[in-house]
């Protein structure tokens, strides 16, 4: 394979995005038109293996991005429902209650890291 710091080849490229969507290795073998025992061994690789680390946590971080996104219409649904007084009591407490613990998780989130933060200025003033 490449020595580290080089860039894949074409075929590598087409068979890293294969493994990104195809369902077993296989099959994104055989989407980048490759066999199995190639794609056993790039996937050996370490060089092939840190490209294939930094693609999932592209992909995961663009998933991310996408529900982040989408969490003001999560909100706006909840805060709909738990106003609907034709919906069932209890979809409207579920609303209610995601609500309240997504809340209150955010107020435990904000003083740990303020927890977190002080005592590392703390540290930083030891050192």
Known sequence: MKPPGEKLSRKQATFLSALLTAPTLAKAAHQAGIGDV??????????????YRVARRQVVQHAITR???ATGK????????MRDAEAPASARVSAAR???ETAIKAVELEDLEARIIALEARAQEAW
Do not use: N, P, Y
């Not at 999560?74 to 429902?81: D, H």
């Open 38 to 51: 190639t794609a056993w061994r790039w996937m050996k690789d370490d060089g092939f293996q840190d490209a």
């Open 67 to 69: 529900l982040q996104q």
């Open 74 to 81: 999560a909100v706006e649904t909840l805060c709909m429902v």
């Open 98 to 100: 995601a609500i309240l």
